[in-house]
């Protein structure tokens, strides 16, 4: 099976930008539909970006759309999240997620990187 780690995470000031990274080993990434959620302090955890095999489509949550970008590159076995605009209530706990065709759940998980965002 696949094992995910996530890097990418920090401090940053509001309007600030970061790329989160997922590397994945083990099996292909190329087999997985990817995604990105978060889970803020004292909230559910949530979707943020999807991504498919190829890359050739993508979805986001209302409310990273236009300041967030998912990206993957299967040669490297990895999937990116470039943030840009960062605002306070970005401040969450971000982990990759992967799961294979035919299953609307995601499987895999990794371990989660810290973002905070300050104002």
């Known amino acids: 099976q696949v094992q995910l780690v996530e890097s990418g995470g920090g401090l940053v000031q509001a309007g600030g930008s970061l790329r989160l990274s997922c590397a994945a080993s083990?099996?292909?990434?190329?087999?997985?539909?990817m995604g990105w959620f978060r889970q803020g302090p004292g909230k559910e955890r949530e979707f943020v970006a999807g991504?498919?095999?190829?890359?050739?489509?993508?979805n986001y949550a209302d409310s990273v759309k236009g300041r967030f970008t998912i990206s993957r590159d299967n040669a490297k076995n990895t999937v990116y999240l470039q943030m840009n605009s960062l605002k306070p209530e970005d401040t969450a706990v971000y982990y990759c997620?992967?799961?294979?065709?035919?299953?609307?759940?995601?499987?895999?998980w990794g371990q989660g990187t810290q973002v905070t965002v300050s104002s």
């Open positions: 991504i498919s095999w190829s890359g050739g489509s993508t």
């Open positions: 083990g099996r292909a990434l190329s087999r997985y539909v």
């Open positions: 997620a992967g799961r294979v065709g035919g299953s609307s759940a995601y499987g895999y």
